[in-house]
């Protein structure tokens, strides 16, 4: 009862608070004045750690690191005039994703140390610092773990724009990856992300005029957004490309309601 009443009071003090999913796996935080909650949470285990609020006051993102066939990378980053925060690594196992580590890093200092989590509950787990450095790598996901990212769960809360332009600085927007570039968009606006899908969108739009299946990803990423103007532009485009190539009989209803509607 005592932790209970302890973590109630805990929560009543948050400041922030996000979260992010892969698959079954969902990944939030909670953000007090000194004790921060990550919460983990699968089909089949709930968990909960508490870890060292490292900077008050500052700027909280929660990101995916890095991607690999078995194991995903997140980050809580504490943000500000520097750069700090905790990786935590997940292992699949079977058709899920298990805490495996976590580990502390400070990006100005080009450090991470290891960590031991130690149980002081039932599924609740408190970090214990160490001593035990070495030298941060600099992790950007590549364009092949996101594309394997987007065939196999939805995206949600993980890419940001900064992100997205970090990738395609490593990998242009070319005539060989705009399919790929494409199903991501397509995969981030189903998943709820469509500011980043339409980021993505009017990229390969802007470089690509005649994608007329972007003009309809597009479209849906602007009317989810409430931006309906900008939605009915990328609506008209994709039905003026689909009755030049002939195939007017294939444009979605839902996308001819749209745009009568609002004539």
Not at 173 to 183: A, E, I, R, V
Not at 190 to 204: D, F, P, R, T, V
Request: positive net charge.
């Amino acid at each position: 009862m005592k932790n209970i009443i302890k973590l109630l009071l805990l929560l009543s003090l948050c400041l922030n608070a996000g979260i992010v999913s892969i698959g079954d796996l969902n990944l939030s935080y909670k953000i007090t004045n000194d004790i921060d909650i990550v919460h983990i949470k699968t089909a089949t285990y709930s968990k909960q750690i508490f870890q060292r609020n490292l900077w008050n006051n500052a700027d909280i993102a929660l990101n995916l690191l890095s991607l690999k066939k078995k194991e995903l990378q997140f980050k809580l980053s504490y943000l500000g005039n520097r750069e700090l925060g905790y990786i935590y690594t997940f292992t699949k196992e079977k058709k899920s994703f298990k805490l495996t580590d976590v580990q502390l890093y400070e990006l100005e200092n080009g450090k991470v140390c290891n960590t031991k989590l130690k149980r002081i509950a039932k599924d609740t787990s408190k970090i214990q610092e160490t001593n035990k450095c070495y030298k941060l790598q600099k992790y950007i996901i590549s364009l092949k773990e996101l594309q394997n990212l987007s065939t196999y769960h939805y995206l949600r809360n993980i890419l940001t724009i900064d992100e997205l332009n970090d990738i395609m600085k490593l990998n242009k927007l070319t005539q060989k990856t705009l399919t790929t570039y494409n199903n991501i968009a397509y995969y981030l606006q189903k998943a709820g992300a469509n500011k980043e899908a339409a980021y993505l969108l009017e990229k390969i739009i802007e470089k690509f005029p005649d994608r007329t299946v972007a003009y309809y990803n597009l479209g849906d990423a602007y009317w989810a957004l409430g931006e309906k103007q900008k939605a009915i532009k990328a609506y008209t485009t994709y039905i003026e490309q689909m009755c030049h190539k002939g195939l007017q009989k294939k444009i979605p209803k839902m996308v001819l309601e749209r745009v009568s509607k609002k004539k």
